[in-house]
């Protein structure tokens, strides 16, 4: 492995006369330095397919151990992209020993250059705590690269060379339940690993037809954990953990149950449970798997306001029922529809063009 480096990084390294590399092959990797949040990130960037790894909060004296630190980042980040471990080993075992170099192949700078850009719009994706981001380093081999294919797509192909199929997708079925005074609204979910819990936010307030209009939160069962927008809860002595750095992967290990709470005034309190673990060859895409009842308007009252509303709104005859409809068009409310539910989830349309689409149908 060629690990090529730039100016600023031979400078932190204090590293002069290093061989030139000028090809771009499979075992050429450049890195470069960027300073985030007043810590250094270490940009590794694969110079034939475009793929990055990130490893926040690098130091001078992790160089003693750097080989294995490079190579640990790049297997943790590919096995959390869905690379096979089979595939993963012959990729690294093809690279061999890591060798510090220096290029003049602009193609190679150039992918450097790139992923750094893309990297600048994620940081909210950005944990401190972590040396290596796999949730960022999805984001960015996520985008369109070279000849406008995704990184990830490309070291796929490459690692086809290795293992026919060198990829298994994985993904959390996870049931979200609301408890009624008589039954539940329920939805089944199939989410890929590597959405965050906040991502998870928005695919349950489309499941149950919300705005995303209020406050949410997740509390981990077990350990009692708080998952939100920090920010957005600075006036309260709770401590929140952020839920955009924490990938479903993370979240769901050992089926760890979770409650979401949305509204703090209608106090919509639903339990996560994770039933199964799927593995495919095919990119697992947010889908609902099951349903139960209707959607839930915004400010409908509670699970009382609820269900009050559901009788009027599906009940012609009640001297209500025109009063319903036209409150229910005020707040965006729509009945819940399967395959619209699942087409939006498939297209991540934004919350603010889902009601929309569904409008246009």
Known sequence: MNLCLTKKVQDLFQMNS???????????????IEIVNRKKILILCHSKTGYTVF??????????????????????TMAFDGFLQEAIKS??????????????????????????????????YLDSSKLNQKILSHRVNSMLGVNYLEPHSLMR???????????????????????????????RLLIPNYYT???????????FGFNNSHLYDFLENETELLYGIPDYFDDLSFNYLDSRKISLE?????????????????????????????????????????????????????????????????????????????WAEQVRYHSFNLEYLN?????????????????DL
């Open 18 to 32: 290093l061989p030139v590399v000028k090809e771009i092959d499979s075992s050429v990797w450049h890195a470069n």
């Open 55 to 76: 490893i926040y909060g690098f130091k001078k004296s992790m160089l003693n151990d750097f080989n294995t630190l490079i190579l640990n980042s790049i297997k943790e």
């Open 91 to 124: 990729f690294v075992d093809d690279m061999k020993d890591l060798r510090l170099a220096k290029t003049t192949n602009k193609s190679i700078i150039a992918k450097t250059t790139s992923s750094k850009k893309t990297m600048l719009c994620f940081l909210e």
């Open 157 to 187: 192909d490459y690692l086809s060379n290795f293992v026919s199929n060198p990829v298994s997708y994985k993904g959390f079925e996870l049931d979200v339940s609301l408890k009624l005074e008589k039954g539940f609204v329920i939805r």
């Open 197 to 207: 819990l906040d991502n998870l936010h928005i695919v349950i307030q489309k499941a």
């Open 250 to 326: 993370d979240a769901f290990n050992n089926f760890k149950e979770y409650q979401y709470n949305y509204d703090f005034g209608d106090s919509w309190n639903f339990h996560i449970i994770c039933r199964m673990i799927h593995h495919s060859p095919q990119e697992i895409i947010p889908t609902c798997l099951y349903h139960e009842g209707e959607n839930i308007p915004d400010d409908v009252g509670g699970v009382y306001g609820y269900e009050r509303f559901i009788n009027v709104y599906n009940n012609p005859y009640h001297q209500e029922y025109n009063l319903a409809r036209i």
């Open 343 to 359: 087409h939006s989830l498939k297209l991540q349309l934004p919350l603010e063009f889902h009601y929309s689409y569904y409008k």
